[in-house]
Each structure stands twice: as structure tokens, then as C-alpha cells.
């Protein structure tokens, strides 16, 4: 199967959680691990407010992407891993042409 490159955004809620992003960012490059993926870099985004407020007291969150190869279809099987977890604000997946697409 040919391998794709990707980027994953997270949205990481920091509020519930006793755990540092540093910690997290392990936690998920061992999970694309789990599910076949090579992890290519990481990039840490920092803390963003969201352009659309949904609940006042949540008005910003941490942003994290990791770029990486893998086969298949990795979309499905993250967001269904991820889906559970309360850390894990939101998913997004996106192909990248190449690794180099990244800069």
C-alpha cells in the first residue's frame, strides 16, 4: 500500500488534565505509533483563541500538529481512538503532497 504524508492538528483542552503538553505530545506521537505511522516532526502551535466561542468558559485551546507517513485510511482509525478522550478537543487530518509541503 503506498505510504501518504499527513498533518494532524489537535486542539488539546489542558483544562481537565493533570498532564503537560510535553506529556501529551508523547502520549499522541505513541498512538500514530500504534497505528502504523511514522512521526516526522512535531510543531507546537501554542495556545489560540478560537474565532467561534462555543462555551465561555472554554474560549481558547492548545494547538499541536504533528506531521507524519502512514498507510491506509489513519483518519478513521485516530478520530475513533481519539474519540473518548477529553483532552482531545478536536481532530483535523490533512494530506500533505510531500514532507517537504510542510514548511
Known sequence: METRHYKATFIINLRNTK???AAIT??????????GA?????????????VRVTHKANPNGHYLSIFF???GDINTAL????????????????????????A
Open 38 to 50: 511514522k512521526v516526522e516532526s512535531v510543531e507546537d502551535l501554542g495556545v489560540r483563541d478560537f
Open 79 to 102: 478520530q475513533t481512538k481519539l474519540k473518548l478522550e477529553g483532552e482531545v478537543k478536536r481532530i483535523f487530518v490533512e494530506s500533505v503532497e510531500t514532507k517537504e509541503a510542510k
Open 26 to 35: 508523547e502520549w499522541l506521537k505513541g498512538i500514530l505509533k500504534e497505528l
Open 19 to 21: 498532564r503537560d503538553i
Open 69 to 71: 507517513a502512514a498507510s
